[in-house]
C-alpha cells in the first residue's frame, strides 16, 4: 500500500514561489509515474507535471510549462513541485498522485495528456493560494 503525503502549500504573492514537497512511503518511488495535480474552485482536476522512465523523463502541462520543476530524491522517496513566478491563477489544491501500472505513459507519450484516470494512489491535497 502506497501512501502520499503532501506538503509545502501555503499563501503568497503573485511573482513568488513555492515548492511543494511529497513524501511516499511503502513503496519505492523509482519505480512508478509520479505526478503532481491540482483543482481549482469550480474546476476539473488539471494535471500539471510528471516524471516517469525511471525519472529519466518529465512531462509538463502549458500553463505550468518554463515556471515549474518537478524532481524525484529516490534516496528519501519524495517528490517535488518547485513553481515560480506564481499567478493568482495558480490558486489550487494541488495533488500528488502515483501509477503503478505505467498507463500515465501512454497518455502522455501517445496523446500529450495527464489523465487522472490512470494513477491509482493520491495525497490528501495541499491548498496553494496566489494573490494579486
Known amino acids: 500500500q502506497l501512501q502520499l503525503v503532501e506538503s509545502g502549500g501555503g499563501s503568497v504573492q503573485a511573482g513568488g514561489s513555492l515548492k511543494l514537497s511529497c513524501e511516499a512511503s511503502g513503496y519505492f518511488l523509482s519505480t512508478i509515474c509520479v505526478a503532481w495535480f491540482r483543482q481549482a474552485p469550480g474546476k476539473e482536476r488539471e494535471g500539471i507535471a510528471a516524471i516517469y522512465n525511471l525519472g529519466r523523463d518529465a512531462f509538463y502541462a502549458d500553463s505550468v510549462k518554463a515556471r515549474s520543476t518537478i524532481s524525484q530524491d529516490n534516496t528519501k522517496n519524495m517528490l517535488y513541485l518547485q513553481m515560480n513566478d506564481l499567478k493568482p491563477e495558480d490558486t489550487a489544491v494541488y495533488y500528488c498522485?502515483?501509477?503503478?501500472?505505467?498507463?500515465?505513459?501512454?497518455?502522455?507519450?501517445?496523446?500529450?495528456?495527464?489523465?487522472?484516470?490512470?494513477?491509482?494512489?493520491w495525497g490528501q491535497g495541499n491548498q496553494v493560494t496566489v494573490s494579486s
Open positions: 498522485a502515483a501509477d503503478f501500472s505505467g498507463m500515465c505513459m501512454t497518455s502522455i507519450r501517445h496523446r500529450g495528456v495527464m489523465s487522472e484516470n490512470d494513477y491509482d494512489y
